[in-house]
């Protein structure tokens, strides 16, 4: 069949961006206790990062919910191999929450094919359809970006890298993918996430600064950079509220007035008006950490200030410099002027509540490492034999070890999560303000 041209592709594609409307959305994700979160996808799910960063946030953020979630990607999947496991790996799950991210391979890694496009639209609709039998509630995302920059410079140092792909115009293809997703969350009242435009956006931001930048070294898999960029455009088409806390004192004759915003308690509160504080603050959650892996991606989305902030306010005090200590230890120094502005403390090294998320997180990456990511490698394992065996010969496999290996994976993963729901319970944090003895540090070293 004929090709269609690029240009009115990607007219099309300019058209729906500015026509399209987002599904109506409720103010956040209205996570409640027992909810159960399904992560469908192929091998950037499989990946487990941006899908462990997601629920870190959730860990942390909500620590009194028993939120569970439920990794469904596998690697070389298209809309129709996730049919192919409906239920053994997303139905039996009972989620209450599905994402859905697919299309990357569905493509096929070629300039656009009505044939090939025809056939992931109908996959996909047949897979929501599914979906919607369960009543879940669906947030379908776009696929991701196609670096061909860096897949360019893969291949000329690689060409093996390059076998079975010609992926002309192929980031426009997946745009062209997303814009129908789009279409079809708006149609069917489904939440819609973005990955493509941010990736991209950071991406020719990035070559400003770097010709060779890029989130996606592969060109198809971000890595713990790109992976994060994705978990925050998924928070923030969650509509996640920011602060954590927001600490303010003024003082009074008597002594200090604090409020610490909703869900967050202080007590023990004593100093003297202007020049010294102490108070002792119960948060209601704790900041969103991050592994080293995706700090860079923390970074250019602001993440720590937009989503997870903690913020302190003293106003009042006299001219001089001031050291802030959470539970006896120093986590920085600042004078009179910016304390009386705002300081934000969640990503202080030092920071109490940071400390505590950093042991969760870590919680969370054993229980991915461990348990999750051995049991897509089942499933993936599963697909093959499911394509190379008899239909007798696979029953018999899965019923038996395969069944077998995937009970032993889901009670390693149950287990890590009570863990990691009793290490994500937030501990009062002891805080005092008090002139410092330290010398003025230069200008440009003071934190605000």
């Known amino acids: 069949m004929r090709q269609l041209p690029l240009l009115p592709l990607l007219s099309a594609c300019l058209t729906l961006t500015c026509l399209a409307q987002p599904a109506a959305r409720q103010a956040g994700l209205g996570l409640k206790d027992g909810d159960r979160v399904i992560?469908?996808?192929?091998?950037?799910?499989?990946?487990?990062?941006?899908?462990?960063?997601?629920?870190?946030?959730?860990?942390?953020?909500?620590?009194?919910?028993?939120?569970?979630?439920?990794?469904?990607?596998?690697?070389?999947?298209?809309?129709?191999?996730?049919?192919?496991?409906?239920?053994?790996?997303?139905?039996?799950?009972?989620?209450?929450?599905?994402?859905?991210?697919?299309?990357?391979?569905?493509?096929?890694?070629?300039?656009?094919?009505?044939?090939?496009?025809?056939?992931?639209?109908?996959?996909?609709?047949?897979?929501?359809?599914?979906?919607?039998?369960?009543?879940?509630?669906?947030?379908?995302?776009?696929?991701?970006?196609?670096?061909?920059?860096?897949?360019?410079?893969?291949?000329?140092?690689?060409?093996?890298?390059?076998?079975?792909?010609?992926?002309?115009?192929?980031?426009?293809?997946?745009?062209?993918?997303?814009?129908?997703?789009?279409?079809?969350?708006?149609?069917?009242?489904y939440g819609f996430i973005d990955l493509f435009g941010p990736l991209n956006k950071l991406t020719v931001e990035g070559r400003l600064k770097d010709p060779n930048?890029?989130?996606?070294?592969?060109?198809?898999?971000?890595?713990?950079?790109?992976?994060?960029?994705?978990?925050?455009?998924?928070?923030?088409?969650?509509?996640?509220?920011?602060?954590?806390?927001?600490?303010?004192?003024?003082?009074?004759?008597?002594?200090?007035?604090?409020?610490?915003?909703?869900?967050?308690?202080?007590?023990?509160?004593?100093?003297?008006?202007?020049?010294?504080?102490?108070?002792?603050?119960?948060?209601?959650?704790?900041?969103?950490?991050?592994?080293?892996?995706?700090?860079l991606g923390a970074t250019l989305t602001s993440a720590g200030h937009r989503k997870s902030g903690e913020v302190l306010t003293v106003s009042g005090l006299k001219p001089g410099r001031y050291d802030v200590l959470e539970n006896d230890q120093v986590v920085g120094t600042w004078d009179h002027v910016v304390l009386g502005r705002k300081i934000e403390l969640q990503a202080d090294p030092e920071s109490a509540t940071l400390r505590q998320a950093q042991k969760v997180i870590a919680l969370n990456k054993q229980r991915n490492d461990e348990a999750i990511r051995p049991l897509r490698n089942l499933y993936g394992q599963r697909k093959g034999k499911l394509r190379s065996l008899d239909k007798a010969a696979f029953e018999a496999w899965w019923n038996g070890e395969g069944r077998k290996q995937e009970a032993a994976l889901l009670e390693k993963a149950a287990s890590f999560e009570q863990q990691i729901h009793q290490a994500s319970q937030p501990e009062p944090v002891r805080f005092e303000v008090r002139p410092s003895s330290k010398s003025p540090a230069p200008a440009a070293k003071v934190k605000g």
């Open 39 to 189: 992560f469908i996808g192929d091998s950037i799910t499989h990946q487990c990062q941006y899908t462990q960063y997601v629920e870190d946030f959730f860990y942390t953020r909500y620590p009194k919910l028993k939120i569970h979630f439920r990794n469904a990607g596998v690697s070389g999947d298209r809309a129709a191999d996730a049919l192919n496991r409906f239920d053994d790996d997303i139905a039996s799950f009972k989620p209450t929450v599905a994402t859905v991210l697919l299309g990357m391979n569905d493509g096929a890694y070629q300039d656009f094919s009505p044939e090939i496009f025809k056939t992931y639209a109908q996959d996909m609709t047949r897979l929501l359809d599914r979906l919607d039998a369960l009543k879940v509630r669906v947030f379908l995302m776009s696929p991701t970006m196609f670096d061909h920059q860096a897949f360019e410079q893969m291949v000329a140092k690689d060409p093996a890298r390059g076998k079975n792909k010609n992926p002309e115009n192929y980031n426009a293809v997946l745009a062209y993918f997303g814009k129908w997703g789009q279409e079809q969350a708006r149609k069917r009242g």
């Open 213 to 295: 930048f890029t989130l996606i070294a592969d060109a198809i898999h971000p890595a713990g950079d790109g992976q994060f960029v994705m978990a925050y455009s998924m928070i923030e088409a969650f509509q996640e509220p920011g602060p954590v806390w927001n600490v303010s004192a003024q003082p009074q004759k008597d002594g200090w007035r604090l409020n610490a915003g909703p869900g967050n308690t202080v007590g023990s509160i004593s100093g003297t008006p202007g020049q010294s504080l102490s108070f002792t603050l119960q948060p209601k959650c704790l900041p969103w950490a991050v592994l080293e892996e995706s700090r």
